[in-house]
């Protein structure tokens, strides 16, 4: 059964760092992309980052970009989402899901964690 | 606002079939492939539609995916009251070089 187990969210100050980690179970995961989204309480999805399965490239949103860096450990399964800088428009709940929302589409996503950016 | 728009409501009775549509633009549903999504409250995000067209296992076929130039298409036949969800349609923008979400449509069934 394909499984992303997520762990690092809670509350951070705007200004500060956090890292969110989905690790992956189930499937190979050296053979898929890693995609982050996330999604303010209440309203629409958007899309955060994509890494190829190899890891050596990336994407990101231009709301994210030179704040967010996503990485991936194959050793241990396992995507990572360094939010460093935070804002308090980045509260939201955060999802990983498998795959590339350009290719197969996202088929299997986490259970999400809330980020909250608060002074 | 969102690069691909989407009505945000739709309804119908429970038994008929509704249509949501996506509307984007060259760089996006154009020229890659399109994805659906539905969110029941408090839940993830399921994959119902991806590739514009193709059903992953599971998904029934009162679900289906279409495309016309620009235009995205979700059809949902013999509507259930379980049917009422947030739809999601996503793509990949070359422009943008990132993912892009409509903004998302809350089904009803009445």
């Known amino acids: 059964e394909v499984q992303l187990l997520k762990s690092g969210g809670g509350s951070v100050q705007p200004g500060g760092s956090l890292r969110l980690s989905c690790t992956a179970s189930?499937?190979?995961?050296?053979?898929?992309?890693m995609t982050w989204v996330r999604q303010t309480p209440g309203k629409g999805l958007e899309w955060v980052s994509s890494?190829?399965?190899?890891?050596?490239?990336?994407w990101y949103a231009d709301s994210v970009k030179g704040r967010f860096t996503i990485s991936r450990d194959k050793s241990k399964d396992t995507v990572y989402l360094q939010m460093n800088n935070v804002r308090v428009e980045d509260t939201a709940v955060y999802y990983c899901?498998?795959?590339?929302?350009?290719?197969?589409?996202?088929?299997?996503w986490g259970q999400g964690t809330l980020v909250t950016v608060s002074s | 606002q969102s690069v691909l728009t989407q009505p945000p409501s739709v309804s119908a009775a429970p038994g008929q079939k509704v249509t949501i549509s996506c509307s984007g633009s060259?760089?996006?549903?154009?020229?890659?492939?399109v994805s659906w999504y539905h969110q029941l409250p408090g839940t993830a995000p399921k994959l119902l539609i991806y590739?514009?067209?193709k059903r992953p296992s599971g998904i029934p076929d009162r679900f289906s995916g279409s495309k016309s130039g620009t235009s995205a298409t979700l059809g949902i036949s013999g509507l259930q009251t379980g049917d009422e969800a947030d739809y999601y349609c996503?793509?990949?923008?070359?422009?943008?070089?990132?993912?892009?979400f409509g903004g998302g449509t809350r089904l009803t069934v009445l």
């Open positions: 899901a498998r795959g590339g929302i350009g290719s197969l589409g996202l088929d299997y």
């Open positions: 189930g499937f190979t995961f050296s053979s898929y992309a």
């Open positions: 890494i190829t399965e190899s890891g050596y490239n990336t």
């Open positions: 060259s760089s996006n549903i154009g020229g890659r492939y």
């Open positions: 590739a514009d067209t």
């Open positions: 996503g793509a990949w923008d070359d422009s943008l070089g990132a993912g892009v």
